[in-house]
């Protein structure tokens, strides 16, 4: 079975800029696949190569297992790609930008599809507006929607949701997701970490145009050692934890520790200490977590340089 | 060959959209251009012996209408695209670079043969020049606006501003015309500007498209045909290549 999305040692230059430096990924299909990093990371020189909307100096792309320089026209009709810009045709409403990106895609008889899709994005209301007095959100939506109107089987969200409120959101995700689940490959970019976390089953981070980190959600979750504890004593933190402790507010007092198991030792220390334990919570790493240490071990590394 | 055909309509609705500003008011521009110098001329000029001034102008403004609005058609619909990124639709379907090249020229030729049958029309009301052999008629303007628009296609990817599309309209396309003999037979020219004139492919699509009206033409309308054609696969070959290459599309 071919990938979904296949990237072997792609590179890419703009200038004196190397966009892409060396690139490898695959991605299976039906997964939910994201793609984060730092503005300028590569990631939507990446969806733009993976699009043919730009052309690789270095390297292959394909789409379930269609190259997308020398097969261009079926790895297109297999993507289906929401740009990040928001862009639409001034000329036209809703339903006949549908239609025509149906259309550019071989789809005569489309129309059922496109109030299905128009439904589940909220946007029947508008299918004889024009374009343009359609608002940001409004025509974000129509993007969505375009990029769905031949039912792509690897689907690409660039940043779908920057600048976007929350009720689009949810309905767009509700509808990715189910497509997900019928067997849609999605690759997602976003800036929004939880919501990777909550929507992807596999991550990759880019830096610089290369790969800098690449494995399940969970396992990067589980990559962050230790865990964090904010505490509310009835006294001093005796001194033996000072060296464990990032942050202290009056009694409160949040403390790094190696491990779980790290918790037991440090709790008795405050029992013989004779400080009582008002309140406790265990901080649960995020992907934010993951990301910031990703990136700036990166940096750490390539400082030496 | 559906992904051709809904880019071909797209870009006819586009111009029948917008019809006053591209077809209505090319007309208008046209009229006026009649207006004056048949008013100016008419008494001074007879250029074919028993034509009227007014009606041998006719056939040149219908042509140079028909020339300049293939030309405005795709480099506008072009560069509008590309600058409000619209353009990524068309670039993100599975749409071979021949097909479209064949839909912004072939939409261009619609509108240019349009606007041209409105100039020709409209002008009937000063002037009947005759119809003697309507198919150079119908072949010069095909082949005309199909060169026009190739043309447009260039300019279009080319300009990356409006600005730079001005320029290349004031500076090659309008010059080109004006110089070609839609107002004068080139005969009546000093023979610098005569042999001048015969490096410019305009001169040629004037001049066969004059004869399908008139029978009487500057030189043969066969060597203008061969011309034209020729300038058409060249330009059409070069922008086909562009195209494939991605030059200024795909970056």
């Known amino acids: ?305 | 060959m559906l992904s051709f055909n809904t880019l071909l309509y797209k870009e006819v609705l586009r111009v029948q959209k917008v019809a006053f500003q591209t077809l209505l008011a090319p007309v208008l521009t046209a009229l006026l251009y009649l207006l004056i110098f048949s008013h100016v001329l008419e008494q001074h000029v007879e250029v074919y012996p028993g034509v009227r001034y007014t009606a041998f102008l006719i056939p040149g403004l219908v042509m140079m209408s028909v020339l300049q609005n293939a030309f405005a058609n795709s480099s506008s619909s072009l560069i509008q695209s590309k600058i409000t990124g619209s353009i990524v639709f068309v670039l993100l379907a599975p749409i071979a670079y021949w097909e479209f090249f064949l839909a912004y020229v072939l939409a261009s030729v619609v509108r240019g043969l349009v606007v041209g049958v409105g100039v020709y029309l409209a002008a009937l009301w000063f002037a009947q020049p005759p119809l003697q052999f309507p198919a150079w008629i119908m072949l010069f303007a095909v082949l005309g606006s199909a060169l026009l628009a190739s043309l447009g296609v260039v300019a279009g990817i080319w300009s990356e501003k409006f600005d730079q599309l001005a320029g290349f309209q004031n500076f090659i396309i309008m010059p080109l015309t004006f110089l070609s003999g839609v107002f004068y037979s080139i005969h009546s020219l000093p023979s610098f500007w005569q042999g001048l004139s015969r490096f410019n492919p305009f001169f040629y699509m004037i001049d066969g498209f004059r004869y399908g009206f008139f029978g009487a033409s500057d030189i043969s309308p066969w060597f203008s045909l061969a011309v034209v054609a020729g300038c058409l696969v060249g330009l059409a070959g070069f922008t086909l290549a562009l195209l494939k290459s991605g030059y200024k599309l795909r970056l």
Not at chain 1, 42 to 48: A, M, R
Not at chain 1, 274 to 298: C, K, N
């Open chain 1, 1 to 305: 079975m071919s990938p979904a999305v296949d990237v072997r040692q792609v590179h890419k230059h703009y200038g004196s800029l190397h966009a892409l430096d060396g690139v490898d990924l695959r991605i299976g299909q039906g997964e939910f696949f994201g793609l984060l990093g730092p503005n300028g990371a590569g990631k939507t020189t990446l969806i733009n190569l993976l699009a043919g909307l730009a052309l690789p100096d270095g390297g292959q792309l394909s789409i379930l297992g269609h190259d997308v320089v020398k097969q261009y026209r079926d790895s297109r009709r297999l993507l289906g790609v929401v740009p990040q810009e928001l862009v639409f045709d001034p000329f036209f409403t809703v339903r006949e930008t549908l239609r025509l990106q149906s259309g550019y895609f071989g789809l005569r008889r489309n129309d059922a599809w496109i109030d299905e899709v128009m439904h589940h994005l909220d946007l029947t209301d508008k299918a004889d507006t024009n374009m343009r007095k359609l608002s940001g959100g409004m025509k974000r939506r129509v993007l969505v929607a375009q990029a769905l109107v031949h039912k792509p089987p690897v689907i690409v969200l660039d940043e779908p949701t920057a600048g976007v409120d929350v009720e689009l959101r949810q309905t767009m995700w509700q509808f990715i997701q189910r497509l997900n689940r019928d067997g849609h490959t999605v690759l997602l970019t976003t800036h929004y970490l939880e919501e990777a976390e909550a929507l992807c089953n596999r991550i990759a981070m880019l830096k610089h145009g290369r790969i800098v980190a690449l494995d399940s959600t969970q396992n990067l979750l589980n990559s962050v050692v230790g865990c964090r504890v904010r505490l509310k004593l009835a006294g001093v933190l005796p001194a033996a934890l000072l060296p464990q402790m990032i942050e202290q507010a009056g009694e409160d007092y949040l403390l790094e520790l190696p491990s779980y198991q790290a918790l037991e030792p440090a709790l008795a220390e405050l029992r013989m200490a004779g400080v009582a334990v008002q309140e406790l919570s265990l901080l649960q790493p995020d992907l934010e977590d993951v990301f910031l240490r990703v990136m700036q071990v990166e940096h750490e590394v390539a400082r030496p340089c």
